[in-house]
């Protein structure tokens, strides 16, 4: 299972058939805290189409809980699988304390440009 994940804002939103602040995109890491180390990797890009079957949480509503659901949802089996390895391949790496002594740093990161307009802070974060 894929350890910690976060959501990067801002969030990409459109208006799908009338309905505003719709969630269609976000960039998610996972973070992962050992006692040595905190390891944080450049998940990816995540796309939602939204549902108007499906409940509505509005944009203002959303916690970070709820979005990671998202993602964890749109993963694939395969995908789970091969951020899983990854994740554990990046630990063993790390917790190797011979090649990077007792304590370090890690960041694998890329920052999240968004490519056009329609980005919103997450609401979380003005919460916190």
């Given at each position: 299972?894929i350890?910690?994940i976060?959501?990067?804002?801002?969030?990409?939103?459109e208006?799908?058939n009338?309905?505003?602040?719709?969630?269609t995109q976000?960039n998610w890491?996972i973070?992962?805290?050992?006692d040595?180390y905190?390891?944080t990797?450049?998940?990816g890009?995540?796309?939602?189409?939204?549902d108007?079957?499906?409940?509505f949480?509005?944009?203002?509503?959303l916690d970070?809980a709820t979005?990671?659901?998202w993602v964890?949802?749109s993963l694939s089996a395969?995908?789970v699988?091969?951020?899983?390895?990854?994740?554990q391949?990046?630990?063993?790496?790390?917790?190797?304390?011979?090649?990077h002594g007792?304590?370090r740093q890690?960041?694998?990161?890329a920052?999240?440009?968004p490519?056009?307009?329609?980005?919103?802070?997450?609401?979380?974060?003005?919460?916190?």
């Amino acid at each position: 299972m894929i350890g910690n994940i976060k959501i990067v804002s801002p969030l990409k939103t459109e208006t799908v058939n009338g309905v505003a602040n719709v969630v269609t995109q976000v960039n998610w890491y996972i973070h992962t805290v050992t006692d040595n180390y905190e390891l944080t990797l450049n998940g990816g890009v995540a796309n939602f189409a939204y549902d108007p079957d499906a409940p509505f949480v509005q944009f203002a509503d959303l916690d970070e809980a709820t979005v990671v659901g998202w993602v964890q949802s749109s993963l694939s089996a395969d995908e789970v699988d091969f951020w899983t390895s990854f994740e554990q391949r990046e630990l063993a790496y790390y917790d190797d304390t011979e090649r990077h002594g007792a304590s370090r740093q890690v960041t694998a990161f890329a920052t999240y440009t968004p490519q056009d307009n329609g980005v919103q802070a997450a609401p979380w974060e003005s919460q916190e």
